[in-house]
């Protein structure tokens, strides 16, 4: 079994950042593409960003595109998201996802397994 623990999470003003991090362990499976999906209060999961592990390609849904940065240490086997500029609108809970399919990397039916979630809360 793969395991997915995201940390980082917490409460910030607006215009502040944070760092979520998602530590890998488990068994090894060659993985596709690793990403981040958020689910705000009473409103459906949605794509954040995503990074195939393969090529180092990287994608990002446009409300977050130059605010957020998702990156990788493949040597701690950790994902990243660093989060700047954060508006209320952000808050959410975060999921981090790994995929082992070739799938559209947005697709959240794609991706085999997921963390638990954070939780980012952004004040105004």
């Known amino acids: 079994q793969v395991r997915l623990v995201e940390s980082g999470g917490g409460l910030v003003q607006a215009g502040g950042s944070l760092r979520l991090s998602c530590a890998a362990s488990g068994r090894t499976f060659q993985r596709t593409h690793m990403a981040w999906f958020r689910q705000a209060p009473g409103k459906e999961r949605e794509f954040v960003a995503t990074i195939n592990w393969i090529d180092g390609g990287i994608s990002y849904t446009d409300s977050v595109k130059g605010r957020f940065i998702i990156s990788r240490d493949n040597a701690k086997n950790t994902l990243y998201l660093q989060m700047n500029s954060l508006k209320p609108e952000d808050t959410a809970i975060y999921y981090c996802?790994?995929?082992?399919?070739?799938?559209?990397?947005?697709?959240?039916?794609?991706?085999?397994?997921w963390g638990q979630g954070t939780q980012v809360t952004v004040s105004s």
């Open positions: 996802a790994a995929s082992g399919q070739f799938i559209p990397p947005r697709a959240e039916s794609g991706y085999d397994y």
